[in-house]
């Protein structure tokens, strides 16, 4: 098996959007500020990300460097395979390789003291990055190092100064984030025929993750170093051969483990100082990694592998076909290269992974993908993978999910996984809505009713987070679980989700069961307040309230009751007749974005950023907000509010991402947004128009056909949507359907300088809720 | 696959022999003093070791507890289900179970103060060990507690008392010898079918041992806890469900676990509170443990899995069929008994295993064992069971080895193996000889060639403790490595079966360059003071030197010059003419034998003990020392110094073993010894005849033959040999050919008061040396 869909060739005039959109990325986009994205090499939801981490003074803190690159640094450690693309937590980061040239130093040393260890200055003006490409300059060294990569292999190219021994260091005790006994065990191997094997278990974000690798040179190594730095061993036990040595040592095994290869002159041909290092990555074990290389990367040609990245990134690219000015172009691309970043691939070229049990399994009839960050992209990238991704991709991503349910020790569907492991990051069953979405879009490419099994298993699942109350109450008690007042909200949308999928599938007693559910988002409705907040068992609110509090023990997940409150996708209708009428719900959302915070009051709260009043678009509670206006029938209320967001959360500089990109999501958001239209309700099979930032853009459906967005007379200064026409035809509702789009055809804005505020306004035709 | 040489019937006579050999043995010899055995449960060569494990003080100092069970303690702590025969070492322990009546404690507790943890004190009387079965009562809780296994599968029967709870306990932070750190990771998992399953990861005597297990209660628990008592936790993570209460959690991981299954009176039928459990290991994964214990224990028979394990151990100790008084035949068949304890099965059911590169490999066409105490169990263990056991079995050694040698990272034989993994505990590659003597006595089930192969490749490692050097110059240089003089003869022994083997095989340059090498021993020989000693680089002996010395930075491995400068069994004529001389060489000897020695010389030596003069019985450097004086032509001297170590080192009590049975080396040593002779060199198809120690000895050999040893007249007052008949002829050599005792037929001593000093002395046929 291999990783599917990136091997159909693309029609010519595809291939020409492709390029043309590959060059307008920017992979330094949210390198910097809260992006925590990556500028290293890395193939359309591959296996390997292979880039560059940096160190500016300590590296204890994780969070600003979950990534392993920061802009703003200016020391290199190394290059390691294994990022996360834009997450608030730190893990990964195997893997690190880093060339040397000199003497051999086997730490890393403190930025800020050249020579202190192996790292290196580095300079923004030696770098380049593209999609599945970067290079940098090692200065302390001379050392030219570029990065390509596979699905499953990443490909360095060293070239080392002249008069100066050449050494390739392998550091097994790094990661985004360092600390005592995060490596619980590790393996180096070096193998008669010049293979470099090993492996690393870990304790991080998952527990007792087990990653194994092997890698090649393309000069046999003249001599090497194996070292467990590590001086508090209980037991060592007796001395394996070359112990004495570690130029004798043929493995070697501990939990702070480093190696060193040796290239002198004469191993370099023909005066070249050109070394090739290939590194294949497996979660089974280290014949696997030779598997993975051995299938993915039998020769040594770096440019072909470059290539081979370029045209997967250029047909993935090519989805969209964006005419838009140059920097709205970057922004575009940007966005939509990130949210091909995840699920990642994570399956051996023989179909074997680890699962949630930690066990190895077969993946049979589909393509397994790990990392999972689901909180988050249940919301926007999956829907937009929908659109611009093969269905064969969908499904794989949907058959990971029911076998990681199948596996699971809980015997649920993901919440917040990578590398197969269960983290229980955040809150919720979102792969519920990831699932439903796709089956209401008709992407039906595995067991319907194992899905629908897994669904409802995940969402009565007693144990977790408060779900034995809420099925008994009815909300999440907030004396017994924290966070109550958002898992109730979050845990009705999903369970709203398994409504609209068992209807479909003709299961009428699960859908009945699951929209009675759907309603539990009633019970956090504090009429009083005019918040959604968090219920004893008692049934009373918890006193005191204090609706700009959040935090540790709040009511509320990474949020206060100003960005959590409006969390009812589906009934916004309810949510308004709740607050008294649509022009309260406004009212009150107006009270959102029109506050005046100070954003001292989230100096304790990392992950929400990008403030407009008490509006965080750099968190995803938030994401639908602006939304909500076009349900209440004020479009063009939605329309000013997103030229606010747009123009203050999006730049298409290194530090441009408001928040964190979390696996894609903020990028989805934007993609969506400057297309005209969000999936502010997935499973409803309905995008509510925003308006178009765009002048005009193609989406390249998996379907063959295209849906093209016109926007006339765009600019600046003509904002807003006056008339809109599908196909030709007036289009008078605030919202596209699913089956509209995968038909193909145009939709056309003519833009005006001031709203249109008849248009899909009262008494217009409304996007689905509830309650309608 | 299943455990091969098990299942033939046997045929009635022998039936009769081994319920009577069986009768006879007591698995308590050895339980105290230096033995280290276990009483427990154990089928020949299984999987599964599952025995009581008992506390008396401190058990931070792992020596004494290497076996996990001290006959003189007074707790028993649990059952856990591996365990090692009579080692040195501390590891294993894996998966101690115990069944608790009333509160449950999760903590161990202190010895001497009950009701302090969860351990509980027992009474001798109250015991019962048999080959397979143990059985106790836990003073503490009024349970019957009672123990038998297959060959991967332990069985529990408990008998709980009326009008408390019943409890049982698995903890996995337990092992022979616990030191923080010492269990890397560790997971417990509660099935939905009520299968418990987990794994540990520990870094012990071995690296990185994974142990996985699953197991199943006869009655479904009404209820569980899972707990991590580690306090001091990096990183946790998010909290898994069930986090907040340990009755929720259906898995959990960490370092420090422990969890209780509940079973109330209501659970258990018909008022029985009975509790059967069975647990199944596996080197590969819990899903391989289920699929052990589906394969091997798909109902719930205590008394038949009892029954089974009883006629495998019949069937086993059937291999000799003894007349002599009730005490010989205890301490005989005890002996036998103890030599069918390792190497141990080492493979799941559907042929896989672990390797020394920590991998998991399939076994094709032949089953895996490990738990390779070589240096120990290449003297006399391997040349019995090469008498005493199928051809099979044997061959399922060897290809075992080899395949250890194609899975090593160094590409070398196991030197001290056990699950798999490597130790590098003591020293040589005696691999080789195991290998060299079954192929000299036609044990060919195996690639020959590779062999071979392997043999070279181990005796050729350079960086193995000073082998590079060892090439180079003839001897291990001491100022190079350490434990010189004791490396430099065992390598130069290993040569000798390396040529041997070499030899008949037609590989004549092999042969010749082994042959050269096996005269190494030479270079330690020191004419100046008579004694085997280390040189340094430069050639010259290190000084000072003190024979007497022993212990760390000596010449010598576990032991002192009076001890090793016996050690060429390759060249018992040569050594003798190095000292001048066969009665130079006698002279010798008895200076070892009748020396003054203060026992006190080597307390800081654990290994060295059943001191008679400087010859130390409970250690095997000495093993073959008494047999010498028969190559000196005083074949008497040797009947002598037998009587005086048979009489003083092997008695039919707990602590009546003079030193650690070592998997059997020094029981297989007993047990030849017993019949009359014994292989002092392995690999020469010979057995040097010592005296016989019981009146009539069959050994009913794997080729259907009997071969009968009868000692006339012997008794106490009689222990001599005065005439020896092979087969109604007279047999005027001190030693038989393998041959011989193959062919089946009878030897017969007529024994006598007095030495009869002409049989086979001076002028007669010696045997094997190279120098002859």
Redesign the interface.
Known sequence: MSLAGNAHAAPVAVQATGDSAYAAVDPFIGTGGEGHTFPGAVVPFGMIQLSPDTQIKSRKEGYDWAAGYRYEDTTITGFSHTHFSGTGHSDLGDVLVMPIAGEVRLERGEAGKPGSGYMSRFSHDDEVAQPGYYAVTLQDYGIRAELTASARVGVHRYRFPQGKPAHVLVDLRTSM?D????V??S?L?L??DGTVTGFR?T??????RQLYFAMRFSHAPQGHQFHDTEQDV??K??????EK?PR????I??RQLVGAFDFADADFAGGQRELLVKVAISPV???SAIANLDAEMPDWDFDRVRADAKAQWSQALAAVDVDAPADDRRRFYTALYHTFMGPSLFMDSDGRYRGP????HQAKGYTNYSTFSLWDTYRALHPLLTLVQPAQRNNDFINSLIASRQQS????LPV?SFHGL????MIGYHAVPVIADAYMKGIRGYDADAALEAMVASAS?????GIAQYMQLGYVPIDEEGEAASKTLEYAFDDWTIARMAQAMGRDEVAAAFEKRAGNWKHAFDPGTGFMRARLRDGAFREPFDPDASGYGSDYTEGNAWQYSWYVPQDVAGLAAAHGGEDKLIARLDQVFDAKVDPAVFEHMEDITGLIGWYAHGNEPSHHVAYLYAYAGQPWRTQERLGQIMASQYAARPDGLAGNDDLGQMSAWYVFTALGFYPVTPASNQYVIGRPFLPRATLNLPNGKHFTVVAEGLDDAHPYIGKAMLNGKPLTRAYLRHEEIMAGGELHFSMQAQPDRQWASDGGERPYSMSR
Chains 1, 2 share one sequence.
């Not at 269960?422 to 990051?425: G, I, K, N, P, V």
């Not at 699942?461 to 987070?465: A, F, I, L, R, V």
């Open positions: 984030y600390y005592p006994g995060k619980q065990w393996r191997r193998r008669e278990e304790r991080g974000w998952a527990p007792g209980a037991y036990g007796f001395p394996p051969p070359g040595d004798q040592r043929a493995q095994e501990g074990s280290e014949d049990d930690n066990a190895v020790p809980y015997g649920v917040w269960e983290t229980w990051c699942y007693g144990p977790y987070d």
